[in-house]
């Protein structure tokens, strides 16, 4: 909770010094030798941190205390031949070692890139692990956030996670879709989480029917171009009707 605090009420300063607090923390924890069993709630929302915090020197924070739960906590070689349905439950497992290969100190400082390319490459590692913690944060905290830009970018995260979901189970796609409808009741009175739900119910929408067009070898350009003839004939054809028949 202390890592992922980014309350617009609290100033700046405080948010930062109580996350950078808290990424000592867990640098001490990962150097315990006693800490067994709390690893496994801590991968996740690492990698929730590191990926999609709004402050470039957070994200990097938890890349680096990733990195050191990583080398002190992983209880299986990378090399080790296990078969993925075996590991797919264990913390720090050898997918530790291919995401802080590619979500290094740079390619964490473009907050775009760590939201629309990195998100991705992690869910596909082990999209049973990973894809679900990383979709309940951009839909429970990233989508409705205070910053319009994290809101955007969050949007752009979920397109981008849609294949990736779509290849483990289409239901959670389904429970997605449905949590941002919900955000759109009028209940709803956060301006913030309004937007952000509609943006994103825009791109999730938009992934899955680019994701249908490449299961069926179809261009989604070609797709969108054909709608907008069919939809401009119509219009077309409706207005040649209600023209007065020539004498």
Known sequence: RAYSSDVFQNAAQQRLTLRDDSRATLSAMSNASNCRGAERSLDCALLC????????????????????CVGRLSVKSRNEAQPLEASDDVPFTSHGLEIIGFADYFALGDRGAAYCE???????????????????????????????????????SLEALVP??????????????????KRLEPAASEVSALHGALMSLSRVIKGAAQAACQSQNRSWEDVVALETFNVDKGKADSAQQQLPAAP
């Open 49 to 68: 941190v590191m990926l999609f915090d709004r402050e470039v020197n957070c994200r990097r924070a938890a890349a680096a205390a990733f990195q050191e």
């Open 118 to 156: 990195l998100a991705p490459r992690v869910a596909a590692l082990n999209p049973r692990r990973y894809l679900e913690p990383l979709l309940d944060e951009l839909l429970k905290s990233k989508s409705a956030h205070w910053d319009t830009a994290v809101r955007q970018l969050a949007a752009q």
């Open 164 to 181: 990736v979901a779509l290849t483990v189970d289409v239901k959670l796609m389904h429970d997605t879709f449905l949590a941002l409808r």
